[in-house]
């Protein structure tokens, strides 16, 4: 199977038949009870998804997904992506990175008072936010109070636009490994990609901008700040976006999922439990591929992310198994 770059028509067929192949061996399995001597199954063939970290809940279903995107290949492929945690690292050298909102909250922009106050609402939601027990439902009036007080106290900072791109250089938000390779290649097939974040759209343009690059078939859906004309934050654009209500408002009337309604299949990757709906306002979905990365409070949540995502990534600050399964469809 071809496993270089200049991924064609001629690969998809190639990989179409190794679908048919491997249906095949598992009948045959199924029929004689023993077991395959080779690795004919696309899941057992990528040796990013054998892994220790790499967690499939129904290898069966995975391998099904894998086998129609490929078929399907990249004219019908589109990616829909969370940013903070997911496109961004959690953790490098053993130290957590900055989401864009601590990217403010740690720079010299911000003033130690606010600073305290910024500190005092994340030790108090955080835990919510990544709670095992609690429903989504449960949560959303809290992420509702988190993201209100917090953009309120980024208000009463003063805050420039000129002053972000510093913020970014300054702080330890990084891309995870592979989002080069990712953007570049998404590009060049030119298959859309929809960031959708409940972090700061400005702030996290300026990461990607910094660390990786942006492309025209990027789209970003997130909180963006808006500025009077001396360039001072004094608000956010448009309805708020929090973790929990990812599946309404800022998609509902815009002409984003109808202008691709021929992509019908879905790369979903997000690191919580509301990204799984940020695919919701895609009409005529046929098949989407769940990859979840699993960065805090494992133990505990490792059973709900399995049952909710087809592939669940721990700790994994790379790209490595998305990167591997795109290169089979593209
Ligand atoms: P995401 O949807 O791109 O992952 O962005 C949301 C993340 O931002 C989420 O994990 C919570 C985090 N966050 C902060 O770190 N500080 C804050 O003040 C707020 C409101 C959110
Ligand atoms: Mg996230």
């Known amino acids: 199977m071809a496993r270089t770059s200049g991924w064609n028509t001629t690969a998809a067929i190639v990989t179409g038949a190794a679908c048919a192949l491997a249906g095949a061996a598992l009948a045959g399995y199924l029929l004689s009870g023993r077991r395959p001597k080779k690795r004919t199954k696309i899941i057992e063939m990528m040796d990013e998804l054998q892994k220790e970290n790499v967690h499939i809940r129904d290898p069966e279903r995975v391998e ?184 309404e408002g800022a998609l509902r009337n815009s002409d984003y999922f109808t202008t691709l309604k021929e992509r019908r299949n879905i790369i979903l990757m997000g690191d919580s439990m509301g990204d799984l709906r940020m695919a919701d306002g895609v009409p005529n979905m046929q098949h989407i591929l769940k990859i979840g990365f699993l960065n805090d409070n494992i133990e505990e949540r490792l059973e709900k992310y399995k049952e909710a995502y087809d592939i669940v990534l721990v700790s994994d600050d790379t790209m490595d198994v998305p990167n591997a399964i795109m290169k089979k469809i593209l």
Not at 135 to 155: A, N, Q, S
């Open 64 to 247: 099904k997904l894998l086998c129609q995107l490929i078929q399907d290949g990249k004219s019908k492929l589109q990616i829909i992506t969370d940013f903070d945690m997911t496109l961004s690292r959690f953790s490098i050298n053993g130290k957590r990175c900055a989401t864009c909102h601590n990217v403010l909250e740690n720079s010299s922009l911000v003033p130690e008072s606010k600073k305290q106050i910024l500190d005092e609402l994340r030790d108090t939601y955080y835990p919510i936010e990544i709670n095992a027990k609690m429903t989504i439902e449960e949560k959303i009036p809290f992420m509702m109070e988190w993201y209100t007080k917090g953009t309120g106290v980024l208000v009463e900072c003063g805050l420039k636009q000129s002053d972000l791109s510093l913020a970014v250089k300054e702080s330890n938000a990084r891309m995870r490994d592979g989002c080069d390779w990712q953007f570049h290649t998404l590009h060049e097939h030119s298959v859309p990609m929809l960031i959708f974040s409940a972090g700061i759209g400005d702030i996290l343009e300026e990461i990607i901008k910094q660390h990786s690059q942006m492309y025209a078939n990027m789209r970003v859906v997130s909180n963006y700040m808006d500025f009077n004309h001396d360039g001072m934050l004094v608000g956010f654009k448009g309805d708020l976006v929090h973790t929990y209500n990812k599946n």
